[in-house]
DNA sequence: ATAATTGCAAAGCGTTTGCACCCTG
DNA sequence: CAGGGTGCAAACGCTTTGCAATTAT
């Protein structure tokens, strides 16, 4: 019953097309791919793990085109990066208004944490540092259902 | 005057080896030199910079040295470890217990915020999401009250 | 002596870039 | 036939690793 929250998206066309667009980006063959991958995946991905899977999927693409792609979607904010693990990049479709996310420790899950009651807080707190805030990042670690069930259980 | 906040911190040498065997080091005379520049510094560093750093002060330092022990450190908890940057890590001396920190956007300053009020509200957020959380990181990101001046009277 | 630490240089790995080719309009 | 987009391979930059020399106990 979980599964269904964490249910891979699939993106209709004009969507994927639309996002694409969004981020200036001509909806090319290969771009189309690149979302509809990421779309699919409730995780977040490198850009060589897409770019293997494109691949396996039998597209023909470059990995430059990929991180071309992830890239250009990211800094246009249509896609989120992370940087979890030092030394590479995670991508992930995510909504477009501001969020935090939780990560699953264990099977990577990525979930969206939308309501965020931070900022008042952080403005004050900040401002006794002599801070003036422009934003925030949070990421949350921890099990996500499925894994804690199965801790328990296994 | 908020120069005095933001001063460079200077360890006595017994901290500094305390430091070192609280993250199962011992003193090595590198050890002690990447452990005392990296306190110098109110912003994050990165591995390379504080190694040219070193070696601009006349010290006789291999990269790998560095690495080795600010690697070693951060996975002890001892030092922290940023990855603002994809590509590379940065890191910084900070305070034991839990704390987030404060950015400064345009200078690199970093503040410490040791008060966090975050736990309850977050695992209450995410356990409508099905996570237990575990742990949680917040990076907050501004202008710090020097870089606030300097924009306001220049 | 024995074991740990270091420096160097080479290898490793994710990412970016130069450039020729290939599309699309 | 002009212009962006693509793929490949080479270049790049940060980081890690193999190994012989060095240092400490």
Redesign the pocket.
């Known amino acids: 019953m979980l599964d269904a929250m964490q249910a891979a998206r699939q993106l209709s066309e004009e969507d994927v097309n639309s996002r694409l667009r969004a981020g200036g980006?001509?909806p090319?063959?290969?771009?189309v791919r690149v979302l509809q991958e990421l779309a699919a995946e409730p995780s977040d991905v490198?850009?060589?793990e897409l770019h293997r899977r494109l691949r396996a999927d039998g597209?023909?693409?470059?990995?430059?085109?990929?991180?071309?792609?992830?890239?250009a979607l990211a800094s246009e904010g249509v896609i989120d990066a992370f940087a979890h693990h030092?030394?590479?990049?995670c991508f992930r479709l995510c909504s477009a208004g501001h969020h935090h996310h939780l990560v699953c420790t264990n099977c990577h899950l990525v979930a969206e944490l939308d309501e965020c009651g931070l900022e008042a807080w952080l403005d004050k707190a900040a401002a006794e540092a002599g801070f003036e805030v422009t934003d925030h990042r949070l990421e949350v670690f921890g099990l996500c259902a499925e894994c804690r069930t199965a801790r328990v259980s296994g």
Chains 1, 2 share one sequence.
Do not use: C, F, H, W
């Not at 090319?28 to 771009?31: A, K």
């Not at 597209?59 to 890239?71: C, E, K, M, Q, S």
């Not at 030092?86 to 990049?89: D, L």
């Open positions: 980006l001509k090319t063959r290969q771009r490198t850009a060589l597209d023909r693409i470059g990995l430059a085109t990929v991180y071309r792609t992830l890239n030092p030394g590479e990049s």
